[in-house]
């Protein structure tokens, strides 16, 4: 089981991609809106494993059912 | 036959076989049904919106029906009630957020036009975390639904007011949503049924969206038998829902009954023993429903599914980023609209990037091949927990922090499984523990055979909350 998630970004990079997104955090909501970006950020390392051939192609449009039968 | 017990603890299936008999009538059950949620409602904040007029205009409906012979099917004349997330023509839809208090939509959601199809009675809506995903918040328009087995501890979520409805005996049947487990969650933790069906088997058309790609539409209920009926109104195909399935829908309630014999079930005992949310409550509950489930003569024995934090890692990326993309405009131009969990919880996925999702994608294929091509290959469902523990307080909850552990329910959102919660006791503190079934693609007939069989052999379902509820400290 892995510990809890965590990320090696400052609060200062976080801010940093919370504003090249275009969101202003309201002041009282930074602490807990950083918070919930640290977890989300902390799961990602998760995602970039070494993928098995199975893995390929992702599959993302699938147009075999759109064919007149 | 006879009516045993208090109208409003008549499943749907008996409930149904009344109506037909002429034993009750839809109005009558329709009437119990509003005393009862005008008397405890105050205190459990289950609903948010009640339809006393329509609902009677229903269930009028429904009885002149039955006088002429016409049937439209197992829940006519059935009291029920929809989250607050299901679009209802002409009937506020605010999914419990500030941002839609006034909001009224022109049309039914697919699932509403087949429960009304189907003869049944609109009870009203239902409370959730705002856009199904804040947490138990006291600065949204609504409070929070109250747990009816200890009114200081939160429901679950997001389908809360579903969950609590149903347990206190407002509503036999209520339909909640699931991205991540908010049918299953709040089903575990109040100690009812809820029936996540597969990816694609009832239309999301017309329900407010969480995340397009693990968005679930299903019910809430107190037995297995009214999930299996209610699925049999609800699932279909809608063109007009990209993702749903044209394949035919079964009689799921026909397999109710025919026991276990055969069967193989793989019991994931590994995928939860060292997670650190674990209970011991929820260890010996979930060793005894494995025994249980033996005993009525599957085959049971360990099985193994890949880690849960990889399953949790790609559901949270997914949802957030499609959440964040549903929601980016609003963040941006009316940010206080927002409650402070939700607008916490949906922006923070604005840090993520585009190589992020289609990492999440990738993982997402992998891990569907890996339970339904290994696990779910080799037997015909899994028992694996819903939640690791039971109900938390509301005071666990700070205003900065509104997710809280031990629930393992996203893995089926990102395989698209159905997954079936089912009660199987109570902890020390007297609150319900949950299980669930999961099965392959499209059998849902298979996970509410389990469940049927679980719930007729474990008795737990006899147990409900106490009418007198506490005063909430």
Redesign the interface.
Known sequence: MPSAPSTDLSDDDIAQRFRAAGIVVPADRAAGTAAAARRLLGVLHWLRAPRSVAAEPAAILVLGERVPR | MSLAGPLHELSIADAGRALRAGEVTSLALTEVALDRIAALNPALHAFVLTLPERAREDAARADAAFARGIDAGPLQGIPYALKDIYGTAGIRTTCHSSLLHDHVPTADCAVEEKLAAGGGVLLGKLGTFEFAIGGPSFDLPFPPARNPWNLNHFTGGSSSGSAAAVAAGMVRMAMGSDTGGSIRGPAALCGTVGLKPTYGRVSRRGVFPLAYSLDHCGPLSWSVEDAALTLQVVAGHDPLDPASA?IAVPDCAAALGQGLEGLRIGYTRRFYI???FLTPDATRALDAAAERLADLGAVVDEVDIP????F???A??IM?AEAYAIHETD??TR??AYG??A???I??????SAA?L??????R??LT?AVHGGALRSHDALLTPTSLSTAAPFSDFG???A?WGGMLTNPFNVTGSPALALPIGFGTDGLPLGAQIVGRPFDEATVLRIGSAFEAAAGVSGHRPPLALPAAS
């Open positions: 044209d060292d997670n650190p880690d849960f934090a990889l949790d890692a790609c949270q990326v957030f963040l941006k940010p206080m402070r969990y607008y916490q919880r922006a923070s996925g604005a840090v993520l992020d289609v990492q999440a994608q990738r993982l294929r992998e091949d205003p900065d922090a997710r």
